[in-house]
């Protein structure tokens, strides 16, 4: 029999990871995100860079953890964002200054599932990033 390799993207989940992510979500995106939540107060922000913020910002993080991540799958910092999006939906009256209604539900929902979406991505092209600087070396 031959040795074969196989390729998982989906190994076993490092739970450390989950944890260094979400702790890496709530110090890089929460405080800036409060920080831009007093700049709206004071009118120097609006609601359009509010939704750029939290998606963006949610792509460079879930990058960078899969950048630093050695050996770790994409699902860790997928899973970490996934909690923080649920963090934020219960200070969802706060970033959006509207009270919880059935058409809320709806942003509540696509919000965590495009986080989700967007953290998965960003942390597999951060890993494709770290494997290509690993392979020039």
Known sequence: MENEK???????????WVGVGYCL????HLMPSYLLLGLA?????????????LFAGLAVIGWYIGYRSRGVTILEPSISAFVYTLTLALFFDRFWGRSFSMRSAGLIYVWTLGGFVIAFVSAWIGELWQARKQAKT
């Open 6 to 16: 196989t390729i998982r993207p989906f190994k076993k989940i490092d739970w450390r």
């Open 25 to 28: 979500f709530v110090v890089f």
């Open 41 to 53: 107060r004071f009118g120097l922000a609006d609601e359009l860079s509010k939704g750029i913020w």
